[in-house]
């Protein structure tokens, strides 16, 4: 479905769980690049790339609560974390997981936290 005003799409009817789950498997995304271990080298750079969007998400607001839908392995919220109350949301165990990894202190869910009726 698509708003004819906006523009903005929506699946419907929404996919369960699982099925979204399947896209977003771990193989999606070592496919699409690999995810640096925790506090090196590599996963400052790509920390480091994501400033230019914390920047602009600072040009509306400065502080306060930042919750990032389809955060991916966390890295926006790693950069973002300095001056917001970050929080992230993402299909992919593998994901959760990753950040957990990084003990940086992120809050992050998942399809399991949430209750569907």
């Not at 419907?12 to 995304?29: A, G, I, Q």
């Amino acid at each position: 479905m698509k708003c004819t005003t906006c523009g903005h799409g929506l699946t419907s009817p929404f996919p369960k769980p699982e099925e979204v789950r399947k896209l977003y498997d771990r193989n999606y995304f070592d496919s699409h690049y690999a995810n640096p271990e925790p506090k090196s080298e590599e996963f400052t750079k790509r920390v480091a790339d994501h400033f230019h969007r914390v920047r602009k998400v600072r040009k509306y607001r400065r502080d306060g609560r930042l919750l990032d839908v389809g955060c991916g392995n966390g890295l926006f919220l790693y950069a973002a974390k300095k001056h917001f109350d970050v929080i992230g949301f993402d299909v992919s165990n593998g994901n959760k997981s990753y950040i957990d990894k990084m003990e940086i202190d992120l809050v992050v869910s998942n399809w399991d936290s949430i209750k569907f009726s």
